[in-house]
């Protein structure tokens, strides 16, 4: 389980790459990519080890202001425990 207060960061194994024939941005890993659509790459490319998980929720609830909060803390959450269960983030304190 992630934290609200943990920061994530991406693994020294992982890199976000714009990926300019698919206009799209992929999370490179070695033998492997994943391509990211919109809030994907917007949650990836805050995974800088410097915003804590709230903060990451709180800015993209700001950037959808369509979509309930509780949704989208919920997706973040989803996601980034998927990132993280693959060992392409780290959460510190």
């Known amino acids: 389980m992630i934290a609200l207060e943990s920061r994530p960061r991406l693994a020294p194994k992982a890199r976000l790459r714009f990926d300019a024939q698919a206009s799209r941005y992929m999370l ?22 410097e915003h804590t998980v709230a903060q990451i929720i709180a800015q993209l609830a700001s950037d959808y202001p369509g979509q309930p909060a509780e949704s989208i803390e919920r997706e973040v959450l989803r996601f980034l425990e998927a990132l993280a269960e693959r060992m392409l983030i780290r959460c510190e304190p």
């Not at 492997?32 to 490319?45: E, F, P």
């Open 28 to 49: 490179l890993y070695p033998e492997r990519g994943m391509q990211l659509n919109g809030t994907g790459s917007a949650i990836v490319k805050l995974c800088t080890g």
